[in-house]
């Protein structure tokens, strides 16, 4: 037995054999035989194709924001995809040794990689890392980057990081944990985990990678610990835990069809996060009052091309019939930092979260956020919605959005496709929006509350980085008072005001959300059964 020691990122119990999930062995180009050669340059010369495509929007976007100079190394990285001799060896090897194309590509770069590698100069030493980088996107194209973390049987999931499509992409019935060497609790991984009621730790101990697959092992939410391999009392604690685990959802369960009411019989509304169609449907299940968010980001993140205006529409509608009336509000794509798609370049950062991610990316890729835009308001002709705006941290911003929304409007018009203009509210998640909440609260018709960022932009903490957890203090005063001005800022207007990020879930602030007077909470649906109790002693 072995007992790892670590940190906790959602509360519960698993068991199962162990899965590790190596990207390097996932993205690994296998030596594999292939017989229509020709196919097989084909397939090649639409990988450079695309390759070449994606490093050209790398490099207009980098002149644009980095400087000329630094922008010139994408130039670099494109001249070194169209050099012959490197593409000749290729195309050699593919037709002398009828090898995979993945695999050619592979074997010719790391020559290439070990002769600049062993250089005396270190401008030449410095070309190493860029063939590296070619050839990876090369392989990474050919293999269509969709390598994904399938389970099929259950499993605890071991892995250096999970990505949020990779944890989206896990089968919920067949996770019995997660265990990540890096994450942090409010990254959007451990998030979307904790929606799926999926177990998870992180321990920072490369030596956990030691462990083998099929393994046996046990991953305790509650206490931070991955045990492989539990000697036989602890296995028979363990299984009497999950046996508690599953008494109290049941117990838990006698919440399920309730309403959501104090003791006094004071309704409360309490919403669902969503990621995906499932968890609307987890929503009905639960008896929630609807979706307070919806992710939208995800449904693009599942996708290898961007989604039409028809394709999101019939998503939107699918949606709304599926919450059978219940109001759902869709946030506009929250991209970049940690959720990003393959056809929106972002140059290279070196703070992710404080970069292009939210409303700026949609401001600036206007087309794609117009597409959404459309989808939307034709979708608010047919059901209950609203639409709400991520990263929100001026007036400015919110004009624009009203500019592109009139434009989509008249756009609509001109197409003469019903449609209708619901209600438009912000993401209240930067303490430049709280700060400015009461001229926010002017030119929008609602707030959502998101602690996740908020409590990452203003403690200064990135919530990507598991070693700083110690100093994520959800109860630090800076937090509890600018949600108070939030409120305020609200009421100054009359408009409605909620809270959505993970710290709606927090039963220790259920009370103070009551003083406060917030209109709604928003909450993971593995979430609702639990607050409801707890509302339901209240006064
Ligand atoms: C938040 O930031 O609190 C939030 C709800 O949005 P997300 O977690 O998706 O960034
Ligand atoms: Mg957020």
């Not at 644009?64 to 130039?75: L, P, Q, S, T």
């Not at 990254?187 to 999926?198: C, G, Q, W």
């Not at 608010?380 to 709400?388: D, E, Q, R, T, W």
């Amino acid at each position: 037995m072995q007992i790892y020691k670590g940190k906790r990122m959602h509360g519960k119990v698993g068991m199962g054999p162990v899965k590790v999930f190596d990207r390097a062995v996932v993205y690994k180009a296998y030596k594999t035989t292939i017989t229509d050669r020709v196919a097989e340059l084909e397939r090649l010369r639409k990988a450079y194709e695309h390759t070449d495509a994606e490093l050209y929007e790398i490099a207009k976007m980098a002149k644009g924001r980095i400087g000329r100079k630094e922008a010139d190394i994408f130039d670099a990285h494109r001249m070194l995809l169209t050099d012959d001799n490197f593409r000749g060896e290729i195309k050699d090897m593919i037709v002398g040794e009828s090898v995979c194309a993945e695999y050619a590509v592979s074997e010719v770069a790391d020559k290439y990689v070990e002769f600049f590698k062993n250089s005396p100069s270190v401008e030449m030493q410095a070309r190493a890392a860029d063939i590296k980088d070619v050839s990876d996107r090369i392989i990474a194209n050919l293999m269509g980057k969709r390598e994904s973390l399938t389970l099929r049987e259950p499993a605890i999931v071991l892995a250096e990081e999970l990505s949020p499509s990779e944890v989206i992409s896990l089968e919920k019935k067949y996770a019995r944990g997660i265990v990540v060497t890096k994450g942090s609790l409010n990254s959007h991984a451990a998030i979307l985990a904790r929606a799926a009621d999926i177990p998870m730790v992180v321990i920072e101990d490369e030596s956990i990678f030691e462990t083998k697959n099929g393994v046996r092992a046990v991953v305790d939410g509650v206490k931070g610990l991955f045990i492989v391999d539990p000697d036989l009392p602890s296995y028979e604690r363990y299984v009497e835990k999950l046996r508690e685990q599953s008494k109290n959802s049941e117990d838990l369960h006698l919440f399920m069809d309730k309403e959501t009411v104090t003791s006094s019989g004071k309704k409360v509304v309490l919403l669902t996060n969503a990621s995906s169609i499932t968890d609307v449907e987890e929503c009905n299940r639960y008896h929630a009052d609807g979706i307070g968010l919806f992710r939208t980001e995800f449904l693009f993140m599942g996708n290898a091309d961007p989604l039409s205006e028809q394709e999101q529409y019939k998503i939107y509608v699918n949606v709304l019939k599926k919450a059978d009336g219940k109001p759902v509000t869709f946030r506009t794509a929250d991209l970049g930092s940690d959720k990003k798609v393959d056809y929106i370049t972002i140059p290279k950062e070196d703070n992710p979260a404080l970069g292009l991610r939210g409303i700026r990316l949609s401001l600036l890729h206007r087309d794609f956020f117009k597409i959404q835009i459309k989808a939307l308001l034709r979708a608010a002709a047919v059901g209950n919605l609203k639409i709400m705006y991520p990263m929100i941290t001026s007036v400015s911003e919110m004009k624009q959005v009203q500019e592109i929304v009139e434009e989509c409007k008249q756009e609509l018009d001109k197409r003469r496709v019903k449609y209708a203009v619901p209600k438009q509210g912000i993401m209240i998640e930067t303490p430049a929006a709280v700060m400015i909440a009461e001229e926010l609260a002017e030119v929008s018709d609602f707030f959502s509350i998101g602690t996740n960022d908020l409590t990452q932009y203003a403690l200064a903490l990135d919530r990507q980085n598991g070693s700083l957890m110690d100093f994520m203090d959800p109860h630090h005063p800076a937090i509890v008072r600018m949600i108070e001005m939030a409120v305020k800022g609200a009421e100054a207007h009359g408009i409605e005001v909620g809270i959505c990020g993970e710290m709606a879930m927090d039963p220790s602030f259920l009370k103070k959300y009551a003083e406060l007077g917030l209109d709604y909470m928003s909450v993971n649906p593995t979430n609702i059964l639990q607050i409801r109790k707890n509302i339901s002693n209240m006064p």
